[in-house]
């Protein structure tokens, strides 16, 4: 519990300086730090339930696009403000790290089981990108019709 709970902190740390490394406003980067913080805590949650790296990125990386979509649209800023300092924690940095590791030392087993958490890992943010991004075009395709259907015709 208290490695889950440091864990959480570093990742809303790590969105931080991700955060003013980009840029981001001052007015959104509470707002960008706490989606980190949060991507980070839905993939322990999902993955301690499932002990699934892929399913916990996947989670995490919908969770995040959603948030960061609709913070856009609360905030009137960009999706990218919020989504970028948001799944930079979920990034395979350390089994990126470890894989290479292994291919420089010669340790094959390293480098499979290394290898196979970053592909998962990345296969699951990217399916959860593209997951969140379908809802949201579908959400606002919808959301364009209704607009359209209840507009009264232009003389």
Known sequence: MREAVLQILCAGLGALGFGLVFHVQKKHLFLATLGGTLSWLWYLLVFYATQS???GALVASLGICLWSETMARVRKAPANVFLIPGI???????????????????????????????????????????????IVRLIMGIWERRKKAGEKPRA
């Open 88 to 134: 930079v924690p979920l990034l395979p940095g350390g089994a990126l790290y470890y894989t290479m590791s292994g291919i420089v030392n010669g340790d094959m087993a390293q480098v499979i089981l290394k290898g196979k958490e970053t592909a998962l890992m990345a296969v699951g943010i990217v399916g959860g990108i593209v997951i969140a991004s379908e």
């Open 53 to 55: 790296v892929l399913l």
